[in-house]
């Protein structure tokens, strides 16, 4: 996978995650809000390993 593709996936994981924390919360639905934290901490957490860690 090139560096371009895992840079996008890490920024869609991210966005996915906020998007869902604020709809959930939104709805005061707090235990789907905290999967969308997991999801932005996951993307984080790709872009981290995969993009700048490996470009450094």
């Not at 709805?27 to 999967?35: C, M, P, Q, T």
């Amino acid at each position: 996978m090139s560096q371009r593709a895992k840079t996008v996936l890490g920024l869609a994981l991210i966005a996915v995650g906020l998007i869902q924390v604020a709809s959930f919360a939104w709805n005061s639905n707090l235990g789907y809000s905290a999967s969308g934290l997991l999801y932005v901490g996951i993307g984080a957490a790709f872009l981290w390993a995969e993009v700048y860690t490996t470009s450094a």
